[in-house]
Antibody, heavy 115, light 107 residues
Framework: EVQLVETGGGLIQPGGSLRLSCAAS????????MSWVRQAPGKGLEWVSV???????YYADSVKGRFTISRDNSKNTLYLQMNSLRAEDTAVYYC?????????WGQGTLVTVSS | SYVLTQPPSVSVAPGKTARITCGGN??????VHWYQQKPGQAPVLVIY???DRPSGIPERFSGSNSGNTATLTISRVEAGDEADYYC??????????FGGGTKLTVL
């Protein structure tokens, strides 16, 4: 059974850093396209970043240069390193598996950027 | 970047048919996927590649895509179908693109 479990969210001050983790089970992260999608409170879904099975990475313009997606094959885990956080980064962050679509989603982790 | 436009809300009586549209420039040339999201929960895929249903999704859910509009159709609507629905496509300039979402209210 495919499972994705996100951790690492919390309250962080503007300008701070946070690393989100997404532990996968039931499949191999490195063999799949893995993405982060976020949802601000009361708002819609926004794609954030993707890492291809080959290792290429891409980012939404809103986070480019501040966020870094990566994976640890030995831990079968996906990460999102978030630096220089802003109030507008406040959202539930979901990890998802899939290339052209999100086949599976985690339950999400809430990141709140506030002083 | 590619833009998907959905109506903010759709209302339907139980037992009737709900149609949720997703507009985009020549969207018929792309594959459209639909997600259902209930309050406090993660999205769930309900239609993929325009009209395919994942296992476990009722046959009441169907999809179509042509021209500049894709449509999610929910037949014989039930109270449990009340949720937010999002369309999504893949675009070379911005990877996954989501519509703004449609809140389905069952009257």
């Amino acid at each position: 059974e495919v499972q994705l479990v996100e951790t690492g969210g919390g309250l962080i001050q503007p300008g701070g850093s946070l690393r989100l983790s997404c532990a996968a089970s039931g499949f191999t992260v490195s063999s799949n396209y893995m993405s982060w999608v976020r949802q601000a409170p009361g708002k819609g879904l926004e794609w954030v970043s993707v890492i291809y099975s080959g290792g290429s990475t891409y980012y939404a313009d809103s986070v480019k240069g501040r966020f870094t997606i990566s994976r640890d094959n030995s831990k079968n885990t996906l990460y999102l390193q978030m630096n220089s956080l802003r109030a507008e980064d406040t959202a539930v962050y979901y990890c998802a598996r899939g290339q052209w679509l999100a086949e599976y989603w985690g339950q999400g982790t809430l990141v709140t950027v506030s002083s | 970047s590619y833009v998907l436009t959905q109506p903010p809300s759709v209302s339907v009586a139980p037992g009737k048919t709900a149609r949720i549209t997703c507009g985009g420039n020549n969207i018929g040339s792309k594959s459209v996927h639909w997600y259902q999201q209930k309050p406090g929960q993660a999205p769930v895929l309900v239609i993929y590649y325009d009209s395919d249903r994942p296992s476990g999704i009722p046959e009441r859910f169907s999809g179509s895509n042509s021209g500049n509009t894709a449509t999610l159709t929910i037949s014989r609507v039930e109270a449990g179908d009340e949720a937010d629905y999002y369309c999504q496509v893949w675009d070379s300039s911005s990877d996954w693109v989501f519509g703004g979402g449609t809140k389905l209210t069952v009257l």
